[in-house]
């Protein structure tokens, strides 16, 4: 028998005995109560005053009815937590300990390592212990009113004993000396506690360091000073053991005297400048010879009477005096009567620029002697501000001899090679720059150029420029053909401000042979005068009404002089697919801020035709200004020339029967320009056109080829200037009978799916002229190059013949190409969803109607969030939280995926109340935002319309209208319950 009950007196009402009781039984053991959650102390027992029966016997009437019960407290105390002030002490520290106990009945006392604690008020408990060397647990005690005890021990910490040990001393002090020093060397304790060493001298400090010298400077010599170190740990420990060293200073040497001079002769007044190079001295003593002296180190005499003189210098320290004499060595002439100038101007040559890539000439003008008598060897020095600061000369010559009043120019070269544009130079000529003539005024033999730019001579060809390019190949052809072109007369020519321009070509202007197959047409406009804003014309083109785009511009720009800001231009347009062969215009519109002239346009027009020679053509484009002039551009003729060097095919000299350059080039002529061919002059003064004209000069170079390497020279012999454009080159050999050609040819693709096309490219060699392909699949063809369709799988083989008047040649490839069955379509994707709109929570019905075979993947996005919610095909999602989602469905299957999203619209959930005599409040049993169950009874009967049509009045003025307008006219009117009653 059991009693919890929480009073201070427990009742018992039945007890069923286990041992028979009989009349005059005295101490009878009723049963056992057990109380729990009661505090310590005595608890009343009662027994109501009833009949005490035996099973099957008469009923007995106790006479024990009241009984007590002493409550005994077993539960020990809680110690909460222990802290320590300090887990890691030095030995003997003290260590306050923190500590939170509570017990039922309450905490009498808390030791810790059985030192008492002392009650802080409430829970907490503390006091101090001593910290022991190593690391130990604080054993905590808690004992309650009843004598329980509880215990603690998970607390420790760790004591420390402080090293109150001194490191070692340094060890080896040695030293080495001068007159005014003294370097101590020494080797640091290998403690490895060991900090610094503190060094004194004489007694005072000087430093705390932990390297293994020390340096003592600025003493006396011969005298004796006292080295002090100690060493100190990281602990502050210091060694008082003091390790010392006297050393004595060397004596100081007697001096040796010395000087030079900056000049040993010239004219009166002579000043000198005397430099003092003694060793060992402190104080100097000159005399110059002419009674004058001096006390300063480094004096400066002027001798204002002719003579020789000795000069005598006497230096002295401590140790003693020592001189030094020079006989007759400063020798003073009488005053000089001779002048030299430079009244000219000093410029690089044409004045305009430095040129960068190349060395400079520098004209120095108008030298003179303006003095009494004739000068002879007199050295003229060139400086260049780039090169040493301008300290050293970058060349020099002499004069000869310069008579009294009379005046030369000369002109130096200075070799300095400056390999980019930018930056400045500026030259300073001097004549007699080391004062070997006397003259009146030695200040009037400078002269300076002004600042000049460093530039790229744009008057040169390109190679010169850093980047700049020769007129390099771009096209090349080895063919049965020919070329023909036309280049529009100068009268096509606009000059700037030109409004409008419109070219045309007939078909006699480009004859074409009827047999022939045009290859490629190109077409070329060159321009100059060019000052457009952003150095590109501002213009539209159009070829046959078409607009032309990304046509390749080359430029060239004069840059300096009189036409610095010019530009000029070559575009080159590719105009192939749009050329007529019945006539061909050409259109230029120039745009706002435009500025520029136009030479005349040339078309070329490569073509292939069986009935003519083979033919081999190198087509080379860039756009290189050149002009000719010393004075004017600082070019020479070598480097007023364009190069043009052609490659990409090797030439068989031995069978050429021509070889032809068609030579274009802007404002060349009359009788201007010369041509070389690898070297070898081909033509002088060539060029026959005009300042408007840019047609081609022909020139025969057949005799000066060679297999490779050729090059072609264009060189401006003229300072109005050339614009040297495109160079084309024809090699033609002689006719023979051909060689059978070799078949062979390459496609694209050689595999995939049906339905698969496959341009087919004719590779032959030897110049077929019929060609026959056989497909594999029942197809033929007889063009060049071809495109076929293979609607069917299967591996094909292909067959090219080539035929020409030498024979024939087949190709076999044997299972070239290879067609699949086509792949299944990508799939579409789409889903319905299930409501699309409701109230918070909202579960969501997906359903996938996408589209396409071989679906394998689906990849839900409930909220658009870039994180995949499921993959399964037609899944559920509830939405928690008001809001609009996109959901976005991904399907897949190996041919490529398709996305698909729609929008799912979430309402806060609303508290409905009660409508009158219902018991439960109305719910939207389909989420549709529309309350239908009125009743809230979880179904929509006819109690529901009932319900709905009784209460409309109460409905307006208690619930929000949207929630039960069924049929959206903003009113809740009888329409509504029809409505709610079809919904049944």
Not at 102 to 120: F, M
Not at 268 to 282: R, W, Y
Not at 567 to 574: A, E, H, I, K, S
Not at 954 to 964: D, K, S
């Amino acid at each position: 028998m059991n009693s919890s009950v929480p009073s201070s007196s427990v009742w018992i009402k039945t007890v069923d005995l286990e041992n028979e009781v009989v009349s005059g039984d005295t101490n009878v053991l009723l049963g056992t109560v057990t109380l729990t959650g009661k505090k310590e102390g005595t608890t009343e027992l009662y027994i109501p005053k009833t009949k005490i029966s035996a099973d099957g016997g008469s009923p007995i009437d106790p006479n024990v009815i009241k009984g007590s019960i002493k409550v005994l407290d077993k539960e020990s105390p809680v110690i909460n937590y222990v802290n320590l002030s300090n887990n890691a002490p030095e030995t003997g520290d003290s260590i306050v300990v923190t500590v939170d106990a509570t017990d039922n009945v309450g905490v009498t006392s808390v030791k810790a390592n059985e030192i008492s604690l002392l009650n802080q008020g409430g829970n907490l408990w503390n006091g101090s212990i001593t910290a022991l060397e190593g690391t130990h647990s604080v054993k905590v005690s808690a004992v309650d009113g009843a004598g329980n005890v509880a215990w603690d021990n998970s607390t420790s910490y760790t004591a420390v004993t402080p090293d109150n040990l001194p490191p070692s001393s340094i060890t080896n002090l040695q030293s080495t000396k001068g007159t005014t020093w003294i370097k101590w060397t020494w080797l640091n304790p290998t403690d490895i506690d060991f900090k610094h060493t503190e060094v004194y001298l004489n007694g005072a400090y000087q430093a705390a360091t932990s390297a293994e010298y020390f340096n003592a400077t600025g003493l006396a010599p011969e005298t004796s000073y006292t080295i002090g170190t100690r060493t100190v740990d990281l602990t502050g420990n210091v060694n008082d053991t003091w390790v010392n060293q006297t050393v004595t200073t060397e004596k100081e040497p007697i001096p040796v005297a010395k000087f030079t001079t900056n000049v040993s002769e010239g004219y009166v007044p002579l000043t000198v400048q005397f430099n003092d190079n003694s060793e060992n001295a402190v104080s100097f003593n000159w005399d110059f010879g002419d009674g004058a002296t001096s006390t300063e180190k480094d004096p400066i005499h002027t001798y204002v009477t002719a003579g020789i003189y000795t000069v005598k210098l006497t230096a002295t320290n401590a140790a003693g005096s020592n001189s030094t004499e020079k006989a007759g060595y400063i020798t003073v002439n009488a005053g000089a009567t001779n002048d030299l100038t430079i009244s000219g101007a000093v410029n690089p040559v044409p004045a305009s620029a430095v040129f960068a890539k190349e060395p400079n000439t520098v004209r120095i003008n108008n030298i003179k002697n303006t003095g009494p008598s004739s000068l002879t060897n007199i050295t003229v020095a060139l400086y260049a501000s780039d090169v040493s600061d301008g300290t050293v000369p970058v060349n020099t010559t002499k004069i000869a001899s310069l008579e009294s009043g009379e005046t030369t120019s000369i002109t130096l070269l200075d070799p300095t090679i400056r390999n980019l544009e930018g930056g400045t130079v500026t030259y300073t000529a001097v004549v007699d720059p080391e004062n070997l003539i006397a003259e009146t005024n030695e200040a009037n033999n400078n002269k300076s150029s002004p600042v000049k730019p460093v530039k790229y001579n744009g008057y040169k060809g390109k190679r010169y420029w850093e980047g700049g390019s020769d007129i390099t190949t771009k096209q090349t052809y080895d063919l049965q053909g020919n070329l023909v072109y036309f280049t529009q007369p100068s009268s096509a020519y606009k000059s700037v401000g030109w409004i409008g321009r419109t070219e045309t070509w007939t078909e006699s202007n480009l004859p074409i042979p009827a047999s022939a197959t045009v290859e490629n047409v190109w077409l070329y406009v060159p321009y100059n005068w060019d000052t457009t804003s952003g150095g590109v014309p501002k213009w539209t083109i159009a070829f046959n009404e078409k607009a032309l785009t990304n046509g390749t511009l080359y430029t060239d720009k004069s840059n300096f002089g009189g036409y610095a800001d010019y530009t000029y231009g070559l575009y080159v347009y590719d105009v192939t697919s749009q050329f007529k062969s019945t006539g061909n215009s050409l259109t230029l519109t120039p745009e706002a801020g435009n500025s520029n002239a136009l030479y005349p346009s040339t078309l070329v027009v490569i073509y292939k035709d069986p009935s003519e020679s083979r033919k081999q053509i190198f087509i080379n484009e860039e756009c290189d200004e050149l002009g000719y002039s010393v004075n004017s551009y600082g070019t020479t003729l070598e480097e007023a020339t364009a190069y043009a060097p052609f490659t990409g095919m090797e030439i068989n000299v031995s069978a050429v029967k021509n070889a032809t350059l068609y030579s274009f080039a802007g404002s060349a002529g009359p009788d201007e320009g010369n041509l070389f061919f690898n070297g070898k002059t081909v033509a002088t003064n060539a060029w026959q056109g005009d300042p408007s004209t840019s047609s081609a000069q022909i020139f025969d170079v057949k005799n000066y080829l060679n297999e490779t390497g050729n090059e072609a020279g264009i060189q401006g012999t003229e300072s109005g200037g050339m614009d040297a454009l495109q160079q084309i080159l024809v090699i033609e050999y002689a006719r023979t009978a051909p060689d059978a050609p070799v078949a062979d040819f390459s496609a694209i693709p050689t595999s995939g799916t049906a339905p698969l096309t496959v341009t087919f490219e004719d590779n032959s060699t030897g110049f077929p002229t019929s060609w026959f392909w056989d497909f594999g699949d029942g197809t033929k063809a007889t063009e060049q190059n071809v495109s076929h369709t293979y609607t069917s799988a299967g591996n094909y083989t292909v067959n090219l013949t080539v035929s020409n008047a030498g024979g024939s040649d087949s190709e076999v490839k044997t299972e070239y190409i290879v067609v699949s069955e086509p792949l299944p379509a990508a799939p579409v994707a789409n889903f319905t969803a299930t409501p699309t709109s409701g109230v918070a929570p909202l579960t969501v019905n997906f359903m996938d109607q996408s589209t396409g075979d071989g679906i394998t993947a689906w990849a839900w996005d409930f909220d658009n969030d870039g994180t995949i919610d499921s993959t399964d095909q037609n899944p559920s999602h509830t939405y928690t939280s008001a809001g609009t989602y996109t959901v976005n469905l991904k399907v897949s299957n190996e041919n490529g995926t398709d996305s698909k999203t729609a929008t799912i619209n979430v309402s806060q959930s609303v508290l409905m109340p009660t409508f009158p005599g219902c018991t439960n409040p109305p719910a939207d049993l389909d989420q549709d935002g529309l309350y239908e169950d009125i009743n809230g009874n979880g179904e929509l009967d006819f109690d529901d319309v009932v319900a709905y049509y009784e209460n409309m009045d109460w409905l307006e003025e208690n619930m929000q209208l949207e929630f039960f307008d069924y049929n959206n006219n903003g009113l809740i009117d009888f329409d509504d319950v029809v409505k709610l009653y079809n919904r049944l």
